[in-house]
């Protein structure tokens, strides 16, 4: 849900474009590549990537912001920027670790990585297990050492290769939760619909009634199968990506209270301040305030990561 140009005139829009070479949909490569990319820091500046960003941190320490969110960053510490997330590499100037970076649709399609790329309410920033993470980096070397193996010698087998090491990154990377990103209930079955008609239909769709009389479901049914997969009912879920979206626009876009409010599908912006303020505690015009200032614009030096 992007403004009429198609986007949020204070982020820089990143479209995934691969250094020159095979396009396998993955890249792998490291903060000294980022920083060598991006002399003039222009990483520090708000961007909202098409694409996925997994980041390892191996040493160092620094600071990211994901969605008005500050994270610290040091050893262990795992970042997933999901498409649409904007997100800013605020500190990375003493940080070493891996990055990847992959498009849609990489993943194999019906496996639990997938099912786990799809979530846009994960976390963006987690420390990984003791345990979990010397295996986390042996992954993470292996899908190196595959892509530059492929970028020198393609080969038909490259891309599916690259594909289920990617995938047993992400499962090796995903926090343990009491509910496993693989799970395959039937209520999961009904969440992931519901979240993907969210996702699309947000900005027009404002009642679970409408989402669940198009999947075919009872209001009941979404509801429990959401609070099982997300540990919120379903109109909670849907007004957090309302909400999501509508702080985007208020702190990177000029558009006024009730223009934004139009773009999210609400008729009458004094309906949509209501929505805002019942889920801030202020008023839209007071959170852009206290957020627009702190998110300058600065454009990295290629359409990839930075």
């Known amino acids: 849900m992007l403004v009429e140009n198609g986007q949020l005139p204070g982020v820089r829009q990143l479209r995934y474009a691969p250094a020159p070479g095979p396009d396998f949909g993955v890249e792998v490569l490291g903060f000294d590549a980022l920083r060598r990319m991006d002399p003039d820091r222009r990483r520090a500046g708000p961007q909202r990537p098409d694409f996925h960003v997994l980041?390892?941190?191996?040493?160092?320490?620094?600071?990211?912001?994901?969605?008005?969110?500050?994270?610290?960053?040091?050893?262990?510490?795992?970042?997933?920027?999901?498409?649409?997330?904007?997100?800013?590499?605020?500190?990375?100037?003493?940080?070493?670790?891996?990055?990847?970076?992959?498009?849609?649709?990489?993943?194999?399609?019906?496996?639990?990585?997938?099912r786990a790329a799809a979530d846009v309410f994960a976390p963006a920033t987690w420390r990984a297990g003791e345990d979990a993470w010397p295996l986390c980096l042996t992954a993470a070397d292996h899908l190196g050492r595959e892509h530059a193996a492929a970028l020198a010698d393609p080969r038909p087998a490259s891309a599916p290769i690259l594909a289920h090491l990617l995938a047993a990154l992400v499962l090796r990377m995903v926090p343990e939760t009491g509910s496993a990103p693989g799970s395959d209930g039937p209520e999961h079955e009904v969440f992931r619909r519901f979240r993907a008609a969210v996702e699309q239909s947000f900005a027009t769709w404002h009642h679970v009634a409408d989402y669940a009389g198009t999947l075919g479901y009872t209001p009941r049914t979404l509801t429990r199968a959401t609070r099982a997969a997300a540990g919120v009912g379903a109109k909670q879920f849907l007004d957090q990506r309302i909400l999501l979206e509508a702080k985007r626009l208020l702190a990177h876009t000029d558009l006024s209270v009730a223009r934004c409010a139009q773009r999210l599908g609400f008729d009458d912006p004094a309906n949509f301040t209501t929505f805002f303020q019942r889920q801030t505690g202020m008023p839209p015009s007071r959170w852009r305030d206290g957020h627009s200032g702190r998110h300058a614009l600065s454009s990295p030096p290629r359409g990839e990561e930075g």
């Open 55 to 114: 980041a390892l941190i191996r040493s160092g320490r620094g600071r990211h912001t994901a969605d008005f969110v500050d994270h610290p960053l040091c050893e262990r510490t795992v970042v997933w920027i999901r498409p649409g997330v904007v997100h800013r590499w605020t500190d990375v100037d003493r940080v070493d670790g891996s990055l990847v970076l992959f498009e849609q649709g990489v993943l194999p399609a019906s496996g639990p990585a997938a």
